[in-house]
């Protein structure tokens, strides 16, 4: 008879280790608090307009590109087009002046020398380095558990690996903001650090993306975040999968040192031979295993000295069509605005114009994101001040786009404020983090180097997801689902298998 595995969480780690489960023979059940599946990357719908909750662009949206093999596997990409961006991200300062992310490295070097000849030597080590990355298979680091691989495997990612040894170590290991404060011109020197999410990236990362796009292996998959998951979803369910939908996991229980199966918090209780946990990683050691397998090494990291991005995501749908407008625009600002207790130096202003199934034609979702704490949020929940903040928020920042986009106040038909507690309770993801471990120049060898997915000790059970991949993002965490899978095969004696719907 097949082996039974229990997943905890629904969202992409938990639905890629599902379906490779049903690919090996094992009968595979998940358990998600939520209602639907997807976790992080979810969107959801008010009134006529979809807010996009997660991805901005897909490693692997290419055929034939890294990662897009995995994306196959699990069903996500066949017959979903994709939309390609050749601008990344437009920047502009108090005065006008604009720094346009161009995807095409050789259009962006002359664009930077254009804007500061003074600058061009930095300009062409940064446009050489998305050049150099353009060949580089990121899923590398993620194909293959460390654990499993032979010798001939090693010497494969040696050959494969070694040409990216010094880029690697020169743009891995200094983050947006330090290389930002090597440029004279101020707009790019105010630029670099707000372009790829947070001040202390690595600029590899931030050059990796650039590099995809212009290879078309980042693309947007058109239907949004949500329709993608969905789309794994039902290639579980087509293999023979079952999810049990708003079925928190209270405790997982554990026998001679042995995962046996997990409790509910309506004290169901479900057997299996294995566990997977593909849930938060601070909620499975402390919460659900109480501590008992938690060694100090492993404790340290939820401690609060790691970063984690938690984010404030105000969005709008508009009654007006912004496709005229650059697709993502993030304006510095003269004066600071004070929104949730911080001042503001920047916004950043993304529509979803692009894509025609998130809002009906002739109209417009705006979003935007800002780091926010998930303590400020906090201390307010519970009381009607919570409301009232996310109210001022909301109109702090209407008032921002009238400036910009005049009128736009009188043709706003939606308002939704999503804060880290949002994030939390939707997902229950410790202080509403969208990505684990903030991946920067500090945590970059954390993910090189990979976190172990097992815990000494505690016989037939896994973490996959973003708190076992520093860094996170969609692809990642898919990949982790699948080196899960790998492992379980690997220690039942049985070779790995995948296929494609």
């Not at 330090?178 to 630029?191: N, V």
């Not at 911080?342 to 025609?356: I, L, M, N, S, W």
């Amino acid at each position: 008879m097949a082996k039974s595995i229990i997943i905890i969480g629904g969202g992409i780690a938990g639905l890629a280790a599902g379906c490779y489960a049903q690919m090996n023979g094992y009968r595979s059940h998940i358990f998600e608090l939520h209602d639907i599946p997807g976790g992080l990357c979810t969107a959801w719908e008010r009134k006529e307009y979809i807010i996009d909750g997660c991805i901005h662009y897909l490693f692997g949206s290419g055929t034939g590109q890294p990662f897009n093999q995995v994306w196959q596997e699990l069903g996500a990409v066949q017959n979903r087009p994709m939309i390609d961006h050749d601008r990344f991200m437009t920047i502009i300062d108090e005065n006008g002046r604009s720094f346009i992310v161009y995807a095409d490295p050789d259009q962006l070097e002359a664009h930077m020398k254009s804007l500061s000849p003074a600058d061009a030597r930095l300009s062409g080590a940064f446009a050489n380095g998305i050049r150099q990355f353009m060949q580089f298979d990121m899923a590398l680091l993620q194909k293959k558990p460390r654990r499993l691989m032979n010798p001939a495997d090693w010497l494969e990612f040696g050959r494969k690996i070694v040409p990216y040894g010094l880029p690697m170590a020169r743009w891995g290991l200094i983050s947006a903001r330090d290389f930002a404060d090597k440029f004279q011109d101020p707009l790019l020197r105010r630029a670099f650090p707000l372009m790829f999410g947070w001040q202390d990236i690595p600029v590899m990362v931030g050059m990796s993306v650039l590099a995809y796009m212009a290879t078309g292996n980042a693309g947007f998959p058109t239907g949004g975040s949500l329709a993608f998951v969905q789309a794994i979803e039902k290639r579980y369910l087509d293999l023979g999968g079952e999810i049990h939908y708003k079925a928190q996991v209270e405790k997982i229980l554990v026998e001679n040192d042995r995962a046996v199966g997990v409790r509910l918090y309506n004290d169901e209780i479900h057997r299996a031979d294995i566990i997977i946990s593909a849930a938060d990683g601070r909620g499975t050691l402390l919460d659900m295993l109480g501590e008992e397998f938690l060694k100090t090494r492993t404790r340290k990291l939820y401690d609060g000295h790691l970063p984690v991005h938690s984010q404030l995501l105000v969005s709008f749908g508009v009654n007006r069509d912004m496709s005229a407008e650059p697709h993502w625009t993030t304006y510095l600002l003269e004066q600071p605005l004070l929104i949730a207790g911080e001042e503001r130096t920047a916004v950043g202003v993304k529509h979803y114009c692009f894509d025609p199934t998130l809002a009906p034609a002739g109209k417009s979702v705006i979003e935007i994101m800002m780091e926010s704490t998930q303590g400020y949020w906090q201390r307010i929940y519970g009381r009607r001040l919570y409301d009232t903040e996310q109210s001022q928020v909301a109109g702090i920042l209407l008032d921002f786009l009238e400036t910009r986009y005049p009128g736009i106040r009188a043709d706003v038909e939606v308002k939704d404020v999503a804060t880290p507690l949002s994030y939390e309770r939707y997902t229950g993801n410790w202080l509403g983090s969208t990505c684990g471990w903030l991946l920067t120049d500090k945590t970059m060898l954390m993910m090189v180097k990979g976190m172990k997915k097992t815990l000494p000790g505690l016989d037939n059970f896994y973490m996959a997801g973003q708190w076992v991949e520093p860094g996170g993002s969609v692809p990642i965490v898919a990949m982790s689902g699948r080196n899960v899978l790998q492992l379980i095969c690997h220690r039942d004696g049985k070779a790995f298998v995948t296929s494609v719907p």
